[in-house]
């Protein structure tokens, strides 16, 4: 299991085993959080020199959302959870500064 979470290659055991996984599929959305997270500190520059836009991260970005919206286009078929649907109506969304030290862990 350990193998399969590890970051060495950014997840890539773990996005190998979902691609080539039954699907419907649900994935762990903080590998991508982290991934974003990643991607928008300092060394990875939205402009380039003389202005230039970055498009090596444009492209890394774009890679990761068409990941997330293969699962989104499937059709799961779940038994609804009154509970549970009740729970996550009247959950209040998380503060930036927790959400942040959650994509951090």
Known sequence: MLDIASPT?????YKKL????V?????????YLRQFFMLNEDQNPDYLRRGLINLQKRRVIYRELEEIRHFQN???NFTEVVDLVNFLKTMKPLTTRIFISVVRL
């Open 9 to 13: 290659s950014n997840y890539k055991i």
């Open 18 to 21: 979902l691609r080539t996984g």
């Open 23 to 31: 699907d419907p599929t649900v994935p762990f959305l903080q590998i």
């Open 74 to 76: 499937l059709k799961y």
